[in-house]
Protein backbone atom coordinates (compact mmCIF):
# COMPACT_ATOMS: atom_id res chain seq x y z
CA UNK A 1 0.00 0.00 0.00
CA UNK A 2 1.90 3.52 -1.12
CA UNK A 3 1.89 5.68 1.55
CA UNK A 4 4.33 7.12 4.27
CA UNK A 5 6.58 5.10 6.98
CA UNK A 6 7.89 6.58 10.12
CA UNK A 7 9.91 4.89 12.59
CA UNK A 8 9.60 4.00 15.47
CA UNK A 9 6.07 4.31 16.19
CA UNK A 10 7.37 5.57 20.16
CA UNK A 11 10.48 5.95 21.74
CA UNK A 12 11.51 7.04 24.93
CA UNK A 13 14.86 8.53 25.28
CA UNK A 14 17.59 10.02 27.60
CA UNK A 15 18.52 13.87 27.01
CA UNK A 16 21.91 14.64 25.65
CA UNK A 17 21.69 11.63 23.11
CA UNK A 18 20.71 11.20 19.44
CA UNK A 19 18.17 10.45 17.60
CA UNK A 20 17.07 9.99 14.31
CA UNK A 21 13.56 9.51 13.05
CA UNK A 22 13.14 7.74 10.06
CA UNK A 23 10.39 8.69 7.05
CA UNK A 24 10.11 6.95 3.81
CA UNK A 25 8.18 7.28 0.91
CA UNK A 26 6.33 5.29 -1.73
CA UNK A 27 5.01 7.71 -3.60
CA UNK A 28 7.19 9.34 -5.58
CA UNK A 29 6.11 12.99 -3.84
CA UNK A 30 8.57 15.80 -4.38
CA UNK A 31 8.20 17.32 -1.32
CA UNK A 32 8.74 16.47 2.04
CA UNK A 33 8.05 17.62 5.88
CA UNK A 34 8.68 17.24 9.23
CA UNK A 35 6.00 18.90 11.72
CA UNK A 36 5.75 18.10 15.71
CA UNK A 37 2.30 18.32 17.39
CA UNK A 38 2.25 19.50 20.77
CA UNK A 39 -1.35 19.32 23.31
CA UNK A 40 -3.23 23.09 22.05
CA UNK A 41 -0.52 23.83 19.40
CA UNK A 42 -1.60 23.63 16.09
CA UNK A 43 1.39 21.68 13.73
CA UNK A 44 4.75 23.34 13.70
CA UNK A 45 6.89 23.07 10.62
CA UNK A 46 10.38 21.61 11.55
CA UNK A 47 12.00 21.15 8.57
CA UNK A 48 11.04 20.85 5.15
CA UNK A 49 12.32 19.83 1.59
CA UNK A 50 11.38 20.40 -1.82
CA UNK A 51 13.04 18.33 -3.66
CA UNK A 52 15.85 16.05 -3.22
CA UNK A 53 19.19 17.27 -2.38
CA UNK A 54 17.81 20.67 -1.04
CA UNK A 55 16.20 21.43 2.37
CA UNK A 56 14.97 23.99 4.33
CA UNK A 57 13.92 25.74 7.18
CA UNK A 58 10.48 26.19 9.08
CA UNK A 59 8.91 27.73 12.07
CA UNK A 60 11.01 25.48 14.84
CA UNK A 61 14.41 24.10 13.12
CA UNK A 62 16.77 24.68 16.52
CA UNK A 63 17.71 21.63 17.44
CA UNK A 64 16.58 19.48 14.78
CA UNK A 65 18.56 18.36 11.46
CA UNK A 66 17.30 16.76 8.35
CA UNK A 67 18.55 15.11 4.97
CA UNK A 68 16.99 14.49 2.11
CA UNK A 69 19.69 12.27 -0.08
CA UNK A 70 16.95 10.93 -2.09
CA UNK A 71 13.22 11.38 -2.87
CA UNK A 72 12.12 8.63 -0.67
CA UNK A 73 13.62 9.23 2.55
CA UNK A 74 13.88 12.13 4.69
CA UNK A 75 15.25 11.71 8.03
CA UNK A 76 15.22 14.16 11.23
CA UNK A 77 17.73 13.60 13.77
CA UNK A 78 18.20 15.17 17.14
CA UNK A 79 21.61 16.03 18.01
CA UNK A 80 21.48 16.33 21.51
CA UNK A 81 17.89 15.96 22.73
CA UNK A 82 16.07 17.66 25.32
CA UNK A 83 12.80 17.48 27.22
CA UNK A 84 11.20 20.57 25.74
CA UNK A 85 11.72 17.75 22.39
CA UNK A 86 8.85 15.63 23.98
CA UNK A 87 6.33 15.81 20.87
CA UNK A 88 4.75 13.55 18.14
CA UNK A 89 6.75 13.80 14.78
CA UNK A 90 4.78 13.57 11.79
CA UNK A 91 6.16 12.97 8.07
CA UNK A 92 3.84 14.27 5.38
CA UNK A 93 4.94 14.61 1.64
CA UNK A 94 3.14 16.12 -1.42
CA UNK A 95 3.72 16.10 -5.13
CA UNK A 96 5.18 19.43 -4.79
CA UNK A 97 6.11 22.24 -2.52
CA UNK A 98 4.25 25.34 -4.22
CA UNK A 99 0.90 24.14 -5.44
CA UNK A 100 -2.29 23.10 -4.23
CA UNK A 101 -1.61 19.58 -3.91
CA UNK A 102 -2.53 18.45 -0.30
CA UNK A 103 0.28 16.83 2.47
CA UNK A 104 -0.42 13.08 2.83
CA UNK A 105 0.96 12.17 6.31
CA UNK A 106 3.06 9.11 8.24
CA UNK A 107 0.91 7.60 11.55
CA UNK A 108 3.64 9.30 13.48
CA UNK A 109 6.29 9.12 16.15
CA UNK A 110 5.58 9.42 19.69
CA UNK A 111 9.09 10.81 21.50
CA UNK A 112 9.04 11.40 25.42
CA UNK A 113 12.89 12.84 26.18
CA UNK A 114 13.48 12.06 30.09
CA UNK B 1 2.62 37.47 13.02
CA UNK B 2 0.72 34.95 11.40
CA UNK B 3 -2.52 33.43 13.31
CA UNK B 4 -5.50 31.09 12.69
CA UNK B 5 -7.90 30.97 14.91
CA UNK B 6 -10.98 28.22 15.41
CA UNK B 7 -12.79 27.09 18.26
CA UNK B 8 -11.40 24.63 20.71
CA UNK B 9 -13.73 21.95 21.15
CA UNK B 10 -17.53 21.85 19.98
CA UNK B 11 -19.86 19.27 20.78
CA UNK B 12 -23.15 17.89 18.31
CA UNK B 13 -25.93 15.25 17.83
CA UNK B 14 -25.54 12.59 15.99
CA UNK B 15 -27.72 13.02 12.82
CA UNK B 16 -27.40 16.95 13.11
CA UNK B 17 -25.24 19.76 11.46
CA UNK B 18 -22.46 21.14 12.19
CA UNK B 19 -20.60 24.39 11.15
CA UNK B 20 -16.40 24.59 12.42
CA UNK B 21 -15.19 28.33 11.78
CA UNK B 22 -11.98 29.18 10.88
CA UNK B 23 -10.80 32.47 10.96
CA UNK B 24 -6.54 33.32 9.43
CA UNK B 25 -4.35 36.28 9.08
CA UNK B 26 -1.39 35.10 7.30
CA UNK B 27 1.48 36.60 5.25
CA UNK B 28 -0.22 35.70 1.56
CA UNK B 29 -2.49 33.09 0.81
CA UNK B 30 -2.18 30.49 -1.37
CA UNK B 31 -5.52 28.38 -0.44
CA UNK B 32 -7.26 27.24 2.89
CA UNK B 33 -7.28 23.25 4.02
CA UNK B 34 -9.30 21.06 6.03
CA UNK B 35 -8.22 17.91 7.91
CA UNK B 36 -9.36 15.43 9.84
CA UNK B 37 -7.51 14.10 12.69
CA UNK B 38 -9.01 11.04 14.43
CA UNK B 39 -6.70 10.79 18.50
CA UNK B 40 -3.66 9.26 18.12
CA UNK B 41 -4.14 8.89 14.31
CA UNK B 42 -2.24 10.94 11.83
CA UNK B 43 -4.21 13.88 9.71
CA UNK B 44 -5.83 13.23 6.72
CA UNK B 45 -7.16 15.88 3.80
CA UNK B 46 -11.34 16.74 3.48
CA UNK B 47 -10.60 19.93 1.40
CA UNK B 48 -9.24 22.73 -0.34
CA UNK B 49 -10.68 26.46 -1.18
CA UNK B 50 -8.57 28.87 -2.99
CA UNK B 51 -11.19 30.75 -4.55
CA UNK B 52 -14.19 32.32 -2.68
CA UNK B 53 -17.21 29.80 -2.15
CA UNK B 54 -19.03 26.83 -1.56
CA UNK B 55 -16.97 23.45 -1.90
CA UNK B 56 -19.10 20.23 -1.71
CA UNK B 57 -17.44 16.86 -0.99
CA UNK B 58 -20.41 14.62 0.21
CA UNK B 59 -21.47 15.26 3.66
CA UNK B 60 -18.87 17.54 3.94
CA UNK B 61 -18.38 21.00 2.57
CA UNK B 62 -16.00 24.10 2.99
CA UNK B 63 -16.82 27.53 2.29
CA UNK B 64 -14.29 30.20 1.92
CA UNK B 65 -14.32 34.08 1.89
CA UNK B 66 -10.80 35.74 1.25
CA UNK B 67 -11.91 39.16 1.90
CA UNK B 68 -13.17 38.58 5.89
CA UNK B 69 -10.41 35.60 6.47
CA UNK B 70 -12.92 33.21 7.21
CA UNK B 71 -13.74 29.43 6.11
CA UNK B 72 -16.44 27.14 7.38
CA UNK B 73 -16.52 23.32 7.53
CA UNK B 74 -20.12 22.23 7.53
CA UNK B 75 -20.11 18.52 8.58
CA UNK B 76 -24.45 17.57 7.41
CA UNK B 77 -25.81 14.23 9.46
CA UNK B 78 -22.78 13.66 11.50
CA UNK B 79 -22.15 10.22 12.60
CA UNK B 80 -20.66 8.82 15.67
CA UNK B 81 -17.12 8.47 13.25
CA UNK B 82 -17.02 11.99 12.25
CA UNK B 83 -15.89 12.47 16.72
CA UNK B 84 -12.44 13.69 15.72
CA UNK B 85 -10.34 17.21 15.68
CA UNK B 86 -10.90 18.85 12.59
CA UNK B 87 -7.80 21.41 11.81
CA UNK B 88 -7.71 24.52 9.34
CA UNK B 89 -4.49 25.30 7.30
CA UNK B 90 -3.53 28.11 5.33
CA UNK B 91 -0.69 28.28 3.09
CA UNK B 92 1.33 31.61 3.02
CA UNK B 93 3.21 33.21 0.49
CA UNK B 94 6.25 31.00 0.66
CA UNK B 95 3.60 27.85 0.68
CA UNK B 96 4.11 27.37 3.94
CA UNK B 97 1.23 25.51 5.34
CA UNK B 98 0.12 27.70 8.75
CA UNK B 99 -1.93 25.32 10.79
CA UNK B 100 -4.59 25.99 13.34
CA UNK B 101 -4.70 24.20 16.66
CA UNK B 102 -7.79 22.25 15.50
CA UNK B 103 -11.26 21.68 17.17
CA UNK B 104 -12.26 18.72 19.05
CA UNK B 105 -15.97 17.59 17.91
CA UNK B 106 -17.42 15.54 19.92
CA UNK B 107 -20.37 13.44 19.10
CA UNK B 108 -23.24 12.30 21.26
CA UNK B 109 -26.29 10.20 20.25
Known amino acids: IAGITQAPTSQILAAGRRMTLRCTQD?????MYWYRQDLGLGLRLIHY???????GKGEVPDGYSVSRANTDDFPLTLASAVPSQTSVYFC?????????????FGDGTRLSIL | GQNIDQPTEMTATEGAIVQINCTYQ??????LFWYQQHAGEAPTFLSY??LDGLEEKGRFSSFLSRSKGYSYLLLKELQMKDSASYLC??????????WGAGTKLIIKP
Open chain 2, 49 to 50: NV
Open chain 2, 26 to 31: TSGFNG
Open chain 1, 92 to 104: ASSEAGDGNQPQH
Open chain 2, 89 to 98: AVMDSNYQLI
Open chain 1, 27 to 31: MRHNA
Open chain 1, 49 to 55: SNTAGTT
